[in-house]
């Protein structure tokens, strides 16, 4: 027990020897200032002054820089999260940091803000391109953005409803009628092909129907003709503009109540 307790002594009559030894630089103080401030932008450019000869307030430094880019994704604010990566993308200490809580930070977001999860992306997407499974975390963040029953509010589609799968041979997303009457049979694909391109647009190809010059009537999906776009966390605008006749733009607004399929 003597042995033990003179260990923990000596250790921690080491530590104290050693920072007695090396005090704190001044930058490493005035970032700690800041740092309780929250003002974490300045704390990491105070932290990042310590020179690694600094044992052992270097180590001390990256630990805060850590905890201080912690708290600027903790904040939700996508402006200082964007900011603050654009500023140290090429800093080979804080880069790989940046964009682990990035991701992080994406998959948090994915279920219950995939709207912000999406603008996450489009705002960072300058440092998880290219990162593995970026493309997985993608699909979850569609898969939770198109959750539910979607009905037609504006537009000669008015009261129509869609519902959203994705397809087992392509991966990409299929938007399906969720109920019979005007044309549109139960479960019938009318919006095939859908993915996510970025600043709330979505690539996608539309069922149009043609009728030929002896009133028979065919249909296929248009590929490069109409848009889809993400109008706001729970609606879509869809804009049929070269696809067909008649009313172009329709809004489908997610709805509150159990999907039937």
């Given at each position: 027990?003597?042995?033990?307790?003179?260990?923990?002594?000596?250790?921690?009559?080491?530590?104290?020897?050693?920072f007695s030894?090396?005090?704190?630089?001044e930058?490493?103080?005035?970032?700690?200032?800041?740092?309780?401030?929250?003002?974490?932008?300045?704390?990491?450019?105070?932290?990042?002054?310590?020179?690694?000869?600094?044992?052992?307030?270097?180590?001390?430094?990256?630990?805060?820089?850590?905890?201080?880019?912690?708290?600027?994704?903790?904040?939700?604010?996508?402006?200082?999260?964007?900011?603050?990566?654009?500023?140290?993308?090429?800093?080979?200490?804080?880069k790989?940091?940046?964009?682990?809580?990035?991701?992080?930070?994406?998959?948090?977001?994915?279920?219950?803000?995939?709207?912000?999860?999406?603008?996450?992306?489009?705002?960072?997407?300058?440092?998880?391109?290219?990162?593995?499974?970026?493309?997985?975390?993608?699909?979850?963040?569609?898969?939770?953005?198109?959750?539910?029953?979607?009905?037609?509010?504006?537009?000669?589609?008015?009261?129509?409803?869609?519902?959203?799968?994705?397809?087992?041979?392509?991966n990409?997303?299929?938007?399906?009628?969720?109920?019979?009457?005007?044309?549109?049979?139960?479960?019938?694909?009318?919006?095939?092909?859908?993915?996510?391109?970025?600043?709330?647009?979505?690539?996608?190809?539309?069922?149009?129907?043609?009728t030929?010059?002896?009133?028979?009537?065919?249909?296929?999906?248009?590929?490069?003709?109409?848009?889809?776009?993400?109008?706001?966390?729970?609606?879509?605008?869809?804009?049929?503009?070269?696809?067909?006749?008649?009313?172009?733009?329709?809004?489908?607004?997610?709805?509150?109540?159990?999907?039937?399929?």
């Amino acid at each position: 027990m003597k042995k033990i307790l003179f260990v923990l002594f000596s250790g921690l009559f080491l530590i104290f020897t050693l920072f007695s030894c090396n005090p704190a630089p001044e930058t490493f103080d005035q970032g700690m200032l800041k740092f309780n401030e929250k003002s974490y932008e300045e704390a990491i450019t105070l932290f990042k002054l310590s020179p690694k000869s600094a044992e052992p307030w270097y180590d001390s430094s990256v630990v805060m820089i850590n905890k201080s880019i912690d708290s600027i994704y903790t904040s939700n604010n996508l402006a200082k999260i964007t900011k603050i990566c654009k500023l140290y993308e090429l800093d080979s200490l804080l880069k790989p940091m940046l964009t682990s809580k990035a991701v992080i930070f994406w998959n948090k977001n994915l279920e219950k803000n995939p709207m912000l999860a999406f603008n996450m992306f489009d705002s960072l997407r300058f440092i998880l391109k290219g990162l593995p499974g970026i493309d997985t975390i993608m699909r979850k963040n569609e898969d939770a953005f198109f959750k539910g029953i979607w009905k037609c509010s504006k537009g000669s589609l008015k009261g129509k409803e869609i519902y959203f799968q994705r397809d087992n041979e392509t991966n990409l997303i299929l938007a399906k009628s969720n109920k019979s009457g005007g044309g549109w049979d139960l479960g019938k694909t009318i919006y095939k092909d859908i993915f996510y391109m970025g600043n709330n647009i979505l690539d996608h190809r539309v069922r149009v129907f043609h009728t030929d010059y002896w009133g028979y009537t065919s249909e296929s999906f248009t590929k490069n003709k109409g848009k889809m776009s993400i109008f706001s966390s729970d609606s879509l605008l869809v804009d049929y503009e070269g696809a067909a006749s008649g009313s172009r733009k329709h809004i489908f607004v997610k709805q509150k109540k159990n999907l039937v399929q």
